[in-house]
């Protein structure tokens, strides 16, 4: 590819020397970028490295149950405290706009917040 990139309508004098300088930069650039990149301290996306989870059925009912645990949970929750972690956990916003969006404080909803965690931590929910 570096020979035909090359561009140049000289003929090469020496086709054998400049291969051999060629295929050497290839690897001292390929040297580079893997030293740089730290590939050595990567390991391949293999089962042994990576294991992947099966979806099994008593998995997907494990994950249903763990579902209806946490709805139950916030079903018993005080309201201004759902209404603050669902914001925050679920839609994502931060507490100046639950803050806003509540009528609180940011310090309010940092302790609603912290609540909520709480009372799920209480029932061994994540």
Aim: charged share 30%; hydrophobic share 40%.
């Amino acid at each position: 590819m570096r020979m035909h990139v090359r561009g140049q309508a000289d003929p090469i004098a020496n086709v054998e020397g400049y291969l051999f300088q060629v295929a050497a930069s290839v690897l001292t650039d390929r040297a580079r970028r893997d030293s740089v990149r730290h590939r050595g301290a990567h390991h391949e996306l293999t089962e042994a490295f990576h294991p992947v989870d099966e979806l099994t059925p008593e998995r997907v009912l494990r994950g249903r149950e763990d579902v209806d645990r946490l709805a139950n949970a916030l079903e018993d929750m005080p309201e201004m405290t759902r209404d603050a972690f669902v914001l925050h956990r679920f839609e994502d916003m931060s507490y100046d706009a639950i803050g806003e969006h509540l009528g609180i404080s940011n310090s309010a909803v940092g302790r609603h917040l912290m609540k909520a965690v709480r009372f799920l931590a209480a029932r061994d929910l994540p």
